[in-house]
């Protein structure tokens, strides 16, 4: 039996996590635990959903796989200090996986397990995760050897079937994707910067990713 703990944290992007657990629920002999710093609510960035967290990060202190989601705060509690910044540094040892989705990757750098690797996070923060002593990559989904890190938001669904073929092979994975109907076919082509026209970037450029 495998354990994946997700942490969360307060005003947590709630895709994030959302995402990666619909995937990884799914695959048979997969334990997952939600767990915080206390037990009790812990909200969205929004503060519209609220999630009854009943495990903390000492009931897992040795999960097998370990995901973090990101957050508009996740710069001020990288820079600051939280305890899932501890929770993740002193796990990371016994983890068979690490991984993070968005700008979970800075909490993993605050964590000092990204010095010298490349990871990627969402595109507007790269150069705080550069600052953790990362090479960050414009790639969805970076390995770099048991440390996944997915991009922007969606990608957490991309990172989680990553992992999912490596717990449990590809034809789970593949068979989960077909299951949750993963077939993107967005509207609009503009969801890189390489790829929005540059009004729409400035406009996403504008708004304030540090969590004040």
């Not at 996590?17 to 915080?36: F, K, M, R």
């Not at 990553?162 to 509207?187: C, K, R, S």
């Not at 969801?191 to 990713?209: N, Y």
Request: glycine share 10%; net charge negative; aromatic share 6%.
């Amino acid at each position: 039996m495998t354990t994946l703990a997700i942490g969360l944290y307060d005003h947590f992007t709630a895709l994030d996590a959302i995402g990666p657990y619909q995937v990884l629920s799914n695959i048979p002999d997969v334990t997952t635990v939600v767990c915080a710093a206390e037990r009790g609510v812990v909200p969205d960035d929004n503060s519209l959903m609220k999630f009854d967290v009943e495990h903390t990060f000492d009931d897992v202190p040795r999960p097998d796989v370990l995901l973090v989601p990101g957050g508009f705060i996740t710069r001020k509690i990288a820079e600051e200090g939280h305890p899932i910044v501890d929770w993740i540094a002193a796990a990371h040892p016994h983890t068979t996986w690490t991984t993070s989705v968005c700008t979970g990757a800075l909490l993993l750098g605050a964590a000092g397990i990204l010095d010298g690797l490349e990871a990627t996070t969402h595109w507007a923060s790269y150069d705080h995760l550069a600052g953790y002593g990362a090479t960050p990559t414009a790639e969805r989904v970076v390995r770099q050897g048991k440390i996944i890190t997915g991009a922007g938001v969606s990608a957490g669904i991309d990172m989680a079937l990553t992992l999912a073929a490596e717990l449990a092979g590809p034809e789970v994975a593949q068979a989960i994707q077909l299951g949750i109907e993963y077939d993107p076919q967005p509207p609009f082509d503009s969801g890189s910067p390489a790829k929005a026209p540059a009004e729409i970037l400035e406009l996403v450029q504008a708004i304030s990713f540090d969590g004040d």
